[in-house]
C-alpha cells in the first residue's frame, strides 16, 4: 500500500494550526490566571502553650533576672487583705498582733517605719532602712485544698482547688464538648460590639450547678479573651471549642465591675 | 456543505486541544483566591491534574479560621458541553458532630447544556439522600431530602429548617 505523505501531511496542517492556536490561548490564559493557591496559615497561639510561659520559641521578651535581694519575714503582722494592680501598686490592711488592730496601708505609706513599696498577688514589700520585707497573705499559707464532686447521669462533675491551682477533670469538661445543647443550656452569651467589631462575649444568663458556674462565671461578666485569644468573632470563641480537648489548661481574661480579671484552671 | 462540516470538525477539535492544554491547577488557584475572600480556605491538598480532569485528594476546608471539614477525594471533570464535580467521604470535624452527621460519602454536581438552567445536586450520607438543583436563571437552591433514621433521631433540628411535604424535606435558599 503506497501512502501519500504529501496529501496526509496537507490534511495535517490544518490540525496543526489549530493546535498551536489552542496551545497558544492555554498559555495565554496560564500567565493571566494566578500561580499559587490559598494554603490555611495558622495564626492562632492557641496550641503554643509554652507561649503562655514565655518560654524559649516565644516572642516574648527576654528575660532580665534580677539579682534577689534578700528578703526578711515579718511575724508582727498579720497581712489580711491585698488589692493590687498590675503595675504592683494598691492597698492592703494588715493586723498588729500584739494589740490585734488593723490598718489600712496604701503604697508607700509607713507603718512603724516599714514603707510598702511594693505588692504583689500573695505577698507584699515592706522596706525599712533599705531592707527588703516579705510579708505573705494569711490564707495563702495555709494551702487550701478540697474538692467539688458529684455524679450526674453517670458523668463525674470534678474541680479540685489545690492552693493556688484550680483543676478540672477532662471528663467533666468533655461532658460539654460532646453535647452543646448542654452548653446552650447552662449558659447564653451576647456579642459586646465596639465600633462594629466584636469586642468579647458578655454573659447573659449562667446556671450557678454548671461548670461554667462553679468556675467562676457570672452573670454580666464579659469574656474578652480565652487562652491568650482576644475573641473578636465568633470563630474565635468556636476556635477555642474545637482545641479544647487539646488544650492543658485554660486563662479566662474577663472584665466585671470594670475590672479585668483573669481566671486560670488546669485541665486534667 | 463539505466546508461546513470541515469546519464543524476544526472546532471541535479545536475545543478539545482547548481543554487537554488548559492549565487546570491554575484555575484552581482561581477557585482558591475567590473561595478565600469568601473566609474560606481550601489547604493542604495534593493535586494532580489529568488530561481532561484535576483531581484533588486530601483537602481540610477551613472556614473563618476554623477547621471544618476533610474531603478524601474531589474530582473536576469539564467538555465544556457537559461538566461533573464529585466530592467524595467528606468527613465534619467531631465537634461539628452535634449540628450535622459527620460523613458523606458522595456529593456529585452536573451541569449539561441540555439543561442549561440547572446544576444538579445529588448526595449520599448519614444524613440520608439527597437531590436537588441550583436554578441558575432564577437563583435558587433546591433541596430534596430523605433523611436517614439517624438524622431523624439526632439531628431534628436541621431538619426543622426545612419544609416536610409527602415524606421529603424540602429545603429552598435565594441568592
Given at each position: 500500500m503506497n501512502i501519500d505523505f504529501n496529501k496526509l501531511i496537507q490534511k495535517l496542517i490544518p490540525y496543526a494550526f489549530i493546535l498551536l492556536i489552542a496551545y497558544l490561548i492555554s498559555t495565554i490564559i496560564f500567565i493571566l490566571l494566578p500561580r499559587n493557591g490559598v494554603d490555611f496559615i495558622d495564626n492562632s497561639t492557641q496550641s503554643l502553650s509554652y507561649k503562655k510561659y514565655d518560654g524559649f520559641y516565644s516572642n516574648a521578651k527576654t528575660i532580665i533576672r534580677k539579682k534577689k535581694v534578700k528578703q526578711e519575714t515579718l511575724s508582727k503582722y498579720i497581712l489580711k487583705a491585698i488589692y493590687s494592680t498590675t503595675l504592683n501598686?494598691?492597698?492592703?490592711?494588715i493586723e498588729n498582733k500584739q494589740d490585734n488592730k488593723s490598718y489600712?496601708?496604701?503604697?508607700?505609706?509607713?507603718?512603724?517605719?516599714?514603707?510598702?513599696?511594693?505588692?504583689?498577688?500573695?505577698?507584699?514589700?515592706?522596706?525599712?532602712?533599705?531592707?527588703?520585707?516579705?510579708?505573705?497573705?494569711?490564707?495563702?499559707?495555709?494551702k487550701v485544698t478540697y474538692n467539688m464532686t458529684s455524679n450526674i447521669n453517670n458523668i463525674k462533675e470534678n474541680i479540685f482547688v489545690d492552693g493556688n491551682s484550680v483543676i478540672v477533670k477532662r471528663d467533666y469538661i468533655n461532658s460539654y464538648v460532646n453535647d452543646i445543647d448542654k452548653v446552650w443550656n447552662d449558659i447564653s452569651i451576647n456579642e459586646i460590639r465596639n465600633d462594629n467589631k466584636i469586642d468579647g462575649f458578655?454573659?447573659?444568663?449562667?446556671?450557678k450547678d454548671s461548670i461554667f458556674g462553679k468556675l467562676g462565671l457570672k452573670?454580666?461578666?464579659?469574656?474578652?479573651?480565652i487562652n491568650n485569644n482576644i475573641l473578636t468573632s465568633y470563630s474565635d470563641a468556636f476556635k477555642v471549642y474545637n482545641n479544647i480537648s487539646n488544650t492543658k489548661y485554660l486563662n479566662l481574661e474577663i472584665l466585671r465591675n470594670n475590672e479585668i480579671l483573669e481566671l486560670n484552671y488546669e485541665i486534667d | 456543505m463539505k466546508k461546513?462540516?470541515?469546519?464543524?470538525?476544526?472546532f471541535l477539535f479545536f475545543i478539545l486541544f482547548l481543554l487537554i492544554f488548559l492549565p487546570k491547577e491554575s484555575i484552581y488557584n482561581l477557585l482558591e483566591q475567590k473561595l478565600s475572600q469568601q473566609n474560606i480556605i481550601i489547604s493542604d491538598e495534593k493535586?494532580?491534574?489529568?488530561?481532561?480532569?484535576?483531581?484533588?485528594?486530601n483537602a481540610n476546608v477551613f472556614y473563618n479560621e476554623v477547621k471544618g471539614v476533610n474531603i478524601r477525594d474531589i474530582n473536576f471533570f469539564s467538555l465544556l458541553v457537559y461538566s461533573k464535580v464529585e466530592v467524595n467521604d467528606v468527613k465534619l470535624l467531631e465537634s461539628l458532630s452535634s449540628f450535622f452527621p459527620p460523613f458523606i460519602k458522595n456529593i456529585e454536581l452536573k451541569h449539561s447544556v441540555l439543561d442549561y438552567q440547572n446544576i444538579n445536586i445529588s448526595s449520599?450520607?448519614?444524613?440520608?439522600?439527597?437531590?436537588?438543583?441550583?436554578?441558575?436563571?432564577n437563583r435558587v437552591l433546591i433541596l430534596n431530602l430523605?433523611?436517614?433514621?439517624?438524622?431523624?433521631?439526632?439531628?431534628?433540628?436541621?431538619?426543622?429548617?426545612?419544609?416536610l411535604k409527602e415524606g421529603r424535606y424540602n429545603y429552598e435558599y435565594r441568592f
Open positions: 501598686s494598691g492597698w492592703i490592711t489600712i496601708l496604701s503604697q508607700f505609706e509607713e507603718i512603724d517605719g516599714y514603707i510598702l513599696t511594693k505588692l504583689y498577688k500573695n505577698y507584699v514589700i515592706l522596706e525599712k532602712q533599705a531592707k527588703e520585707y516579705r510579708l505573705d497573705i494569711k490564707q495563702i499559707n495555709e458578655k454573659v447573659v444568663r449562667v446556671a452573670k454580666n461578666d464579659i469574656i474578652k479573651s | 461546513i462540516f470541515k469546519l464543524c470538525i476544526y493535586r494532580n491534574e489529568k488530561l481532561l480532569s484535576l483531581d484533588i485528594k449520599l450520607g448519614d444524613f440520608g439522600l439527597l437531590n436537588g438543583k441550583i436554578d441558575l436563571l430523605d433523611p436517614s433514621s439517624e438524622m431523624k433521631r439526632k439531628y431534628i433540628k436541621v431538619l426543622k429548617n426545612m419544609k
